[in-house]
Every structure is written in structure tokens, then in C-alpha cells.
């Protein structure tokens, strides 16, 4: 079975994170930048939120706010799910599908190694699907009627 430590293994630790007292447009900018979907909030090495393009969509734009004058802090998630490295990607998944949420944290004694999104976790249970058809197909070939 995959575990989470194993994803961050094949897709890289890079962290993209920003200060609460930054702006929501300097968020969205670095977003784009990254061609990611949320960003953690940090103060200096603590993690103390995260803010998506979901937050921004629902707490700036729909409630008329300007993204240059918001400050990260006043929209983020400050509750902040996350998940242990050896936890399995099924248990990611049902973290992910019971609190709605694309992007997950991954942390170990309060050290952020990585944040995985549901893409990442998608992405890993089709290869290991293919995997498992793949050896169930030689199976069947190399134990069939003829052997």
C-alpha cells in the first residue's frame, strides 16, 4: 500500500507558502506562478493556515473585496487538516472526501515535509491500479490452460 511519504518521494517537497499579513493578490500571484491551487500560511515556521483559490473565490470576490487589499490572514483556513507521512493514500482520500478538501499537508512532529492534493492522490491509485491489472494479467497468461 502507497503512503503519503511515498507520493512526496515521487513528486518532489517543495512547499509554497506565504505570510498572513500578505496580500491576496501577492497569494494568487504566487499561485499562478507555482500553477498550484493553495498555498500554506506560515509564520515563520509554523504553519497557521492555508488559503486556496476556493477562499478567494467565496471570501473575496463574492463579498465584493479587492485581492490588493485583503490581507491573507483575514481569508485563510485557519483549522487546518493535515496528515502524518506513513499515513496510506486510501486514509488520505477518506481524510480528503469526509472534510472536502483538495489539498492536504503532510506533517511529521510539526515539520511541514510537503502538502499533496487530490490530484497527487488520484495520480498514484490509477498507477497502482495499472500495477495490479498489469500482474494479474501475467498471472493469468503464465498459468494458463497451455502450461
Known amino acids: 500500500m502507497s503512503t503519503l511519504r511515498h507520493i512526496l518521494q515521487v513528486k518532489g ?59 491573507v490572514g483575514e481569508i485563510m483556513t485557519s483549522k487546518v487538516i493535515s496528515i502524518h507521512p506513513d499515513q496510506t493514500v486510501q486514509e488520505c482520500m477518506g481524510l480528503m472526501n469526509d472534510h472536502r ?4 499537508p503532510v506533517v511529521e512532529n510539526e515539520h511541514v515535509l510537503g502538502v499533496v492534493s487530490i490530484g497527487d492522490v488520484l495520480k498514484d491509485i490509477i498507477y497502482m491500479q495499472k500495477r495490479r491489472i498489469k500482474e494479474m494479467e501475467t498471472r493469468l497468461t503464465s498459468s494458463g490452460p497451455d502450461n
Open 13 to 71: 517537497n517543495d512547499v509554497w507558502s506565504i505570510s498572513p499579513n500578505a496580500s491576496v493578490f501577492d497569494a494568487l500571484r504566487l499561485m499562478a506562478d507555482k500553477d498550484i491551487g493553495a498555498l500554506l500560511v506560515m509564520e515563520t515556521d509554523h504553519l497557521v493556515g492555508m488559503i486556496s483559490e476556493r477562499d478567494y473565490a467565496r471570501k473575496v470576490i463574492l463579498q465584493g473585496k479587492s485581492s490588493k487589499e485583503t490581507r
Open 101 to 104: 478538501i483538495r489539498h492536504v
